[in-house]
C-alpha cells in the first residue's frame, strides 16, 4: 500500500524559507504525475504546484516566483522549495498524486507569521 511521508514544515517568519519534503513508498514518484496541496484552517485543501511524470511543473498563480517542486528519483522523495513565504501560506502542506488518489499523509504544518 502506498504511503506518503511529508516533513520540513515549521514556524518561520514572513519572507522566510522552508524545505518541505515528500517520502513515497509504493508508488514510483517519477513514473506519476505528483502535487502539493494546503489546507489553511477552515478552508478546503488545494492544490498549489505539480510535476509531471515528463518532469514539467506548473504553480497556482499564488505562489508563482515563490515556489519550487522538484523530486528526487534514488531517493523517491518529491520536495516543495517555498521561499518569500507570506501569512496567507499558513496552512498544513500534504502531497498526493496530481488528481489525487492515494491516502493522505498527516501532512505538515507550516505558520508563517507577520
Known amino acids: 500500500q502506498a504511503q506518503l511521508v511529508e516533513s520540513g514544515g515549521g514556524l518561520v517568519q514572513a519572507g522566510g524559507s522552508l524545505s518541505l519534503s515528500c517520502a513515497a513508498s509504493?508508488?514510483?514518484?517519477?513514473?506519476?504525475?505528483m502535487g502539493w496541496y494546503r489546507q489553511a484552517p477552515g478552508k478546503q485543501r488545494d492544490l498549489v504546484a505539480y510535476?509531471?511524470?515528463?518532469?514539467?511543473?506548473n504553480y497556482v498563480d499564488s505562489v508563482k516566483g515563490r515556489f519550487t517542486i522538484t523530486r528526487d528519483t534514488a531517493r523517491n522523495t518529491v520536495y516543495l522549495q517555498m521561499n518569500g513565504l507570506k501569512p496567507e501560506d499558513t496552512a498544513v502542506y500534504y502531497c498526493?498524486?496530481?488528481?489525487?488518489?492515494?491516502?493522505w499523509g498527516a501532512g505538515t504544518q507550516v505558520t508563517v507569521s507577520s
Open positions: 498526493n498524486t496530481f488528481g489525487p488518489r492515494l491516502e
Open positions: 509504493g508508488i514510483t514518484v517519477s513514473l506519476n504525475s
Open positions: 510535476i509531471s511524470s515528463l518532469g514539467f511543473t
